[in-house]
């Protein structure tokens, strides 16, 4: 008589063991994605909006990464224990429906899913990872100071309303201030990306699309157009700049100096600009 | 021979004949265009170039494929040639004289109409000292973004008699004469651009000349 369990009872076998052996490799993970991969999450913690991205993303990995620990853990179970020996050609047992084990997956991912879709509804509608932007915006926090973003083929340029409707070539902001930018174009679809603000807003013609940031620390800030825009698209970037109170007051003066005389000549400051000539007079 | 080495034979020749395709391709797509590169002086101990560029309403037949286009040109001994990227050297100082045929078009951004980036702030409009023209006067931008630098290139008046028709054109043609000098800076490659949107017959005028090296658009190479 053959020392070898039945079918049902070897089966039962494995699935204990690659459950243990999932539920393991997950507690070893999700510290790891928490307190380690977590805080390194894109795209930094530059402003609130950005934290609360940082935050977003770790949630999605935490939520993952048991799916994620059970598909290494079989693949690896597979390779290792179900490995033919060398020579051998032998036919696997036919592949049949197992009902609870069918009902339990579909049943986990379903929970994962509607988590993550109510998860993903509130933080569109708090104020900080996506709520309060667009053309028109859900929530308005108070005080903003409104930063008007230009693109054109192909620089962005930046107007300041609050200071007599200068447009300035760079980009500066005060720190611990909420800005509201308010995007825009004179042409074609461009995105405006302020990478570690953690602001996207496509900047449409016709279209002010506005987004909220207020800065945690100073220092500087990747912008870049991140909508395939023509030729020089990939040239379309800047660098911006997080400063003190004191310091953007002192340089926003400077500007208003420096360009007194072609500010007369800027049209009155509008959401969206649709300017002459569209096609070429000469 | 049997069937899998002959499979195999083709198989090979394909794949190199794949891989030369694309080998191709990208040296081709990294080499571009033929660099200018204008002679260099030494003032001061910096080093100093001089170019010398025209913008035009139609670059000709003589010059282009796409005789109607708007083009920029640059002269190399004496002769214009219709080249954009050029090798300059880094921390130069570079002194620009263009001669402008065009006409207006003027600037969808009149914030555009203000120079920036260059020495002392102020360029030259036939002989006169300016820092900024009427937004609606400007027929060409010189600007490379990057380094900061635009320069608005004011047009030709409309009535203005013997406007030229196609390139080159001649200093008996009416033109402006615009001169300014702007700094290289480091080493790297920067790309200039016009912001008028000149391009005739093309959506908002952006198309054509203005999306193609070799016309409004072009390479500064600083080594």
Same mark, same amino acid.
């Given at each position: 008589?053959?020392s ?6 070897r089966?039962r ?10 539920a393991i $490799?997950?507690?070893?993970a999700l ?8 805080p390194n999450?894109?795209p ?6 950005a934290n ?6 770790? &949630?999605?990995l935490?939520?993952?990464t048991?799916f ?13 224990v ?10 696997g047992?036919?592949?049949r ?8 997956? !579909?049943a ?13 509804t509130?933080e !569109? ?6 709520g ?7 929530t308005?926090?108070? #005080? ?9 083929q192909?620089?962005?340029t ?14 500066? @902001? ?5 800005i509201?930018f308010?995007?825009?174009s004179l ?7 302020a990478?570690?603000?953690?602001v996207k807003?496509?900047a449409n013609?016709?279209?002010?699309n ?5 800065a ?7 912008i ?17 700049? &997080? ?8 340089w926003?003066?400077?500007?208003q100096?420096?360009?007194?005389? &072609? ?8 959401t969206?600009?649709?300017p ?7 | 021979m049997?069937?899998?080495?002959r ?6 020749v ?9 080998a191709f391709?990208? &040296?081709?797509?990294?080499s571009?265009?033929t ?11 910096r080093?100093?170039?001089s170019?010398t560029?025209?913008?035009?309403a139609a670059?000709g037949?003589s010059?282009?494929p ?8 640059i002269?190399?001994q004496?002769?214009?040639h219709r080249?954009t990227v ?6 130069a100082?570079?002194h ?23 020495? #002392? ?7 006169k ?8 006067? $400007?027929?060409?931008?010189? $600007? ?6 635009i320069?608005p290139?004011?047009g ?6 013997n406007?030229c ?12 004469? @615009?001169?300014?000098t702007?700094r290289?800076?480091?080493? #790297? ?8 949107p000149?391009?005739?017959g093309?959506?908002?005028g952006?198309?054509?000349?203005m999306q193609?090296?070799g ?6 190479n600083?080594?």
């Amino acid at each position: 008589m053959s020392s070898e369990p039945a079918p049902a009872a070897r089966d039962r076998r494995h699935t204990v063991r690659i459950a243990l052996l999932t539920a393991i $490799a997950t507690l070893i993970a999700l510290p790891l994605v928490i307190w380690v991969l977590g805080p390194n999450m894109p795209p930094g913690k530059g402003t609130d909006v950005a934290n609360s991205q940082v935050f977003d993303n770790t &949630v999605l990995l935490v939520v993952m990464t048991p799916f994620t620990m059970f598909i290494l853990v079989y693949l690896a179970y597979t390779l290792t224990v179900f490995r033919a020996d060398e020579g051998e050609r032998l036919e696997g047992a036919p592949i049949r429906g197992h009902v609870r084990l069918q009902i339990a997956w !579909l049943a986990a991912t379903t929970i994962a899913v509607l988590f993550l879709a109510i998860f993903g509804t509130a933080e !569109l509608y708090a104020n900080g990872s996506g709520g309060g932007q667009g053309p028109s915006p859900i929530t308005k926090p108070g #005080g903003a100071l409104p930063v008007q973003v230009i693109a054109q083929q192909w620089e962005f340029t930046y107007r300041y309303p609050t200071y007599g409707g200068v447009e300035t070539a760079q980009l500066e @902001i005060p720190v611990d201030r909420q800005i509201a930018f308010h995007v825009t174009s004179l042409d074609a679809i461009h995105s405006f990306w302020a990478y570690q603000l953690g602001v996207k807003a496509d900047a449409n013609p016709s279209v002010d699309n506005v987004a909220y940031a207020k800065a945690r620390k100073t220092g500087t800030f990747d912008i870049r157009c991140a909508e395939l825009c023509g030729l020089w698209h990939g040239y379309m970037f800047d660098t911006g700049r &997080v400063v003190t109170g004191g310091q953007f007051a002192s340089w926003i003066a400077q500007q208003q100096t420096r360009f007194r005389e &072609v500010t007369k000549e800027l049209p009155p400051y509008s959401t969206t600009y649709n300017p002459d000539p569209t096609d070429r007079a000469g | 021979m049997s069937d899998t080495g002959r499979r195999g034979i083709v198989l090979a020749v394909l794949v190199l004949v794949s891989a030369a395709l694309i080998a191709f391709y990208v &040296v081709r797509l990294m080499s571009g265009p033929t660099p200018f590169q204008p002679a260099v002086a030494n003032a001061a101990g910096r080093p100093t170039v001089s170019l010398t560029l025209q913008t035009v309403a139609a670059v000709g037949p003589s010059l282009s494929p796409n005789p109607s286009w708007v083009s920029y040109l640059i002269r190399e001994q004496g002769v214009w040639h219709r080249t954009t990227v050029w090798t300059l050297p880094a921390h130069a100082l570079v002194h620009v004289t263009v001669y402008q045929y065009d006409g207006n078009s003027g600037l969808r951004n009149p914030f555009l109409s203000q120079a920036r980036g260059i020495v #002392g702030g102020t360029f030259t409009v036939d002989g006169k000292a300016m820092s900024r023209i009427a937004p609606d006067d $400007a027929s060409h931008t010189f $600007a490379i973004p990057q380094l900061g630098v635009i320069v608005p290139l004011q047009g030709v008046a409309d009535d203005a008699k013997n406007q030229c028709d196609y390139a080159p054109c001649s200093l008996s043609n009416a033109h402006r004469t @615009i001169t300014f000098t702007f700094r290289t800076g480091k080493k #790297g490659k920067y790309r200039w651009q016009c912001f008028v949107p000149c391009a005739a017959g093309f959506v908002y005028g952006f198309g054509g000349p203005m999306q193609t090296i070799g016309y409004m658009d072009g390479f500064i190479n600083v080594v």
